[in-house]
């Protein structure tokens, strides 16, 4: 089941709506509720994420659910004092970049299978319509 792109708040107001309605109240089947159900929240339901980095920077990220993603640079050199947040859980400073996660569950899923695929693989090659 593909889903539009959802903010984790507008994911987070779905779900509970879900689990506290009824179908005829959804005007949906009790089996595509069910689906969707499993889609938001299932145990076969696992979140994917592809993230970009170049230059030691996130430049993007890719996934197949809406989700919040922060990046916490530990090099805080050269950083102004008001950007700096100290993290408890590791007792040390970095300063967290929030970035926006497209939610495209099939680029996902390629950038993933390309990624994670075969090492030898690796020979750069244009993209299709693109000049050498």
């Known amino acids: 089941m593909k889903l539009a792109a959802l ?5 987070m107001q ?5 689990d506290q309605a009824r179908p ?17 929240s ?3 339901f696992v979140p994917r994420i592809y993230v970009g980095v ?8 890719t996934g197949n659910c809406a989700m919040q993603l922060v990046a916490g640079d530990y090099d805080v050199d050269g950083s102004a004092q ?11 400073t970095c300063v967290p970049v929030e970035h926006h996660v497209a939610v495209d569950p099939e680029v996902c899923d390629s950038l993933l ?3 994670l695929g075969d090492a030898e ?6 993209a299709e319509g693109m000049a050498q």
Do not use: I, K
């Open 54 to 61: 170049q230059g030691g920077l996130v430049q993007g990220a």
């Open 14 to 18: 779905l779900t509970a709506l879900l």
């Open 24 to 40: 005829e109240q959804l005007l949906l089947e009790a089996p595509a509720l069910a689906e969707l159900r499993a889609t938001l």
């Open 82 to 92: 008001h950007e700096r947040r100290f993290l408890r859980a590791f007792q040390s």
């Open 121 to 126: 693989a690796c020979e750069e090659q244009p």
């Open 113 to 115: 299978a390309d990624a």
């Open 42 to 44: 299932g145990p076969g």
């Open 7 to 11: 903010t984790p708040d507008h994911l």
